[in-house]
C-alpha cells in the first residue's frame, strides 16, 4: 500500500498533527543517527494506539516501537513501516500512597523527580537514564547496582493479539537488559512502582551524587546510545576495550570514547555504517586479544529485521 494511503487512513483516526510522514529518526535517537520512517506516529492515549496497531495489523504494515530512543541505532536507510513513539505524549504519572502509576511515555527523569516531590525513595538510581519508563522496562534498564526489576510491582503491555494484559514483576521475567518485553514484542502501556517512604534531603543528596558522577565518568556532551555492549561475565566492557588500546579510535565519525570506552560516541558526522564497522572491530579485538565475546546492548534497527 502506497504511504500517502496508508497516511490517509490513519488520519481519520489519529489527529494530522500526530502523524509525520518521512519522519528522520535522527532527530529522535539520542545517537543522533537514522534515516526517515515512512510514517511516524505520537499516539497521545491509548485509544490511538489500538487505532495505529489495527491499521498495522488489518494492513500488515510493519511496525516498531520506541520511546526516547536512547538505546537506538537505526539505520541510515531508515525504516519501511511505520514508528510508533510512546513519549511525553504518553506520560501521565499519578502517585498513590509509596506506588507510583505512570504511562510508558514517561521519562525516568519526570518519574524520579516526582518520587522526589512526594518523599518516595528507591527511584534515585534512575534519575540520570535518559530513557522512558516503557523503554527501561523492555531493557530491564539499571544504573549503579539497582534495575527496573527492584522497583517494579507490574506493567499493562499490549500483547500480539492486541489484548491488555497485566503481567506481574516475575511474569515480566526481568534479567541483565533483558525482559519478556523484548523477547515477545509486547508494548508496554504503563507500570506500577513500588517505592519506600524516604527522607526528601536524603533523596535530592543521592541524586545529586549520582548525576555528578554520570557527568565525571559518561560522555554526556556527545551523541551516543550509551554503553554499547552488555558487560561479559566476569568482566567490564569499557576495561577490556580499553586495555585493546581502543581508546579514541575512530571509523569515520564514530568513536570509541576517551571518557569511557564501553560508549561509541559520533562526532556529529557518524552514519549507521560508521558505527557498525566501528562496533564489529572493537568485537573481534576484544575477542583476538581477551577471548572474550562482547554483546551490543544497544538495539539495532534495520528495515530488514
Ligand atoms: C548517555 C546515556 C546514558 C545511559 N545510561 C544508561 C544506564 O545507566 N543504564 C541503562 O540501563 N541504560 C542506559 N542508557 C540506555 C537507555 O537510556 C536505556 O536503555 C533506556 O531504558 C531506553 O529507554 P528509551 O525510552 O530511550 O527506549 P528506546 O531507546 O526508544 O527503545 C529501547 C528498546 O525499548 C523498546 N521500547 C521502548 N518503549 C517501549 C514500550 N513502551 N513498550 C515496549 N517496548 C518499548 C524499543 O522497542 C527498543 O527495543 C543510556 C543511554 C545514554 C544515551
Redesign the pocket.
Known sequence: MEIKELADILRTKIPNGNIAVNELMSKHT?FKIGGPADLFITPTDIVQLAEALRVCRDYKVPF?????????LIDDKGFRGIIIQ??RNFSQVVVEDTKITAY??ATLAKIANRALDEGLADFEFAQ?????L??????N???YGREIKDVIISAD?IDHEGNIITLSKDELALGY?TSI??KNH???IKAVLGLQKGDKCGILERMKDLADKRRDK?P?DMP????AFKRPEGHFAGKLIMDCGLSGYKIGGAMVSEKHCGFVVSDGTATFEDVIKLIEHIKKTVKDKFDVELHPEV?IITSNR
Open positions: 539520542s516498531y516501537i520506541i520511546g526516547n530512543g536512547s538505546n537506538l510512546l513519549c510508558s511515555g540520570g537514564i535518559p530513557g522512558t516503557g523503554g527501561a522496562v523492555a531493557m534498564a539499571g544504573a503491555v537488559r518485553v523484548q509486547y508494548i508496554v559518561q554526556l551516543s546510545a550509551g554503553s538495539r
